[in-house]
């Protein structure tokens, strides 16, 4: 099994960036999707980005254009690196790796957008 462990959450201005890190251990990184999923408060999971163990990338509709999702199989981590960010990004962020039928998840680090 995989353990995900995320970073770089906090407090943003509207229009400011951040740039979540999500560290694997445990087991073969490179054959993992992984993604980044954000739930806000009564809000349910939503998928943000996700890159395969190929490099295709997808993003949710609300994020093209500002955030990026990419893949360092040799340090075994992810990143999301989030730019104009707007009061609705405002969340908890989650990171994921998947195969197959395995499916693990991170603890989620907050992120917050508020001037």
């Known amino acids: 099994q995989v353990q995900l462990v995320e970073s770089g959450g906090g407090l943003v201005q509207p229009g400011g960036s951040l740039r979540l890190s999500c560290a694997a251990s445990?087991?073969?990184?490179?054959?993992?999707?992984m993604g980044w999923y954000r739930q806000a408060p009564g809000e349910q999971r939503e998928l943000v980005a996700s890159?395969?163990?190929?490099?295709?990338?997808n993003y949710a509709d609300s994020v093209k254009g500002r955030f990026t999702i990419s893949r360092d199989n040799a340090k075994n981590a992810v990143y999301l690196q989030m730019n104009n960010l707007k009061p609705e990004d405002a969340a908890i962020y989650y990171c994921?790796?998947?195969?197959?039928?395995?499916?693990?998840w991170g603890q989620g680090t907050q992120v917050t957008v508020s001037s």
């Open positions: 994921n790796a998947r195969r197959k039928m395995y499916d693990a």
């Open positions: 890159i395969t163990i190929v490099g295709t990338t």
């Open positions: 445990g087991s073969i990184f490179s054959i993992y999707t």
